[in-house]
């Protein structure tokens, strides 16, 4: 977990209006991503997210909702010049996501609940294509990242008994990136 030490900082740049704070984190992004590496972005916005996460309003009742079974996507912000898009994901207690890895960098955070990642290595096994080496439980304010230059093969799984809320950051115009999704692996079960 990444404690957040960049508020009084990010603070000090904004006006002092209600609000301002959110408008204020997500410009700092945009500049992050001009100024730095694709590969050292999502961990300096891991620096940033606990702040964006600690602000009350930002969620509406409707980013916090699940209509199905299912994990839902929805849009807290798209950049305008689709430098980075932030979603909130809300996860169906019990619920896994597939084995997969990403297209572009990404940084998470739980806001609300429990998240367990396992991440895999990919192999030229016959019966699997990737294989489990190492499971994290996030809880809620646990920041995590991956880059797309090193493997970044996970598996999301809400191991509690109420839903979970994450918050993703991923490089891009999630509209236009789509899934976001490199492969969706097989393993050995």
């Known amino acids: ?3 957040f030490t960049n508020l009084d900082k990010l603070q000090g740049k904004l006006s002092n209006e209600p609000g301002a704070l959110i408008p204020g ?3 700092t992004f945009s500049d992050l991503i001009s100024t730095f590496s694709p590969s050292a972005v999502p961990g300096r916005i891991a620096e940033y997210l606990p702040g964006l996460m600690a602000c009350p309003d930002l969620l509406t009742p409707e980013q916090r909702s699940l209509k199905g079974l299912d994990y839902e996507k929805h849009e ?3 950049c305008p010049n689709d430098g980075f898009s932030v979603l909130a ?3 169906p207690a019990g619920i896994y996501s597939p084995i997969h890895d990403h297209k572009t960098w990404c940084t998470f955070g739980v806001l609300e609940g429990e998240i367990r990642e396992t991440i895999y290595e990919e192999t030229q096994s016959a019966s699997c ?3 489990a080496v190492s499971s994290t439980n996030h809880l809620a304010g646990s920041i995590t990242h991956m880059t797309i230059d ?3 093969i ?3 799984h809400n191991p509690g008994e109420v839903p979970a809320v994450t918050i ?3 490089g891009g115009n999630f509209k236009k990136i789509g899934a976001n999704v490199n492969k969706i692996y097989a393993t050995h079960t």
């Open 1 to 3: 977990m990444h404690e």
């Open 25 to 27: 984190i997500f410009k």
């Open 76 to 78: 807290v912000f798209l």
């Open 89 to 91: 994901v809300v996860w």
């Open 129 to 131: 294509d990737a294989c």
């Open 150 to 152: 090193e493997s970044n």
């Open 154 to 156: 996970h598996c999301m």
């Open 168 to 170: 993703h950051i991923y």
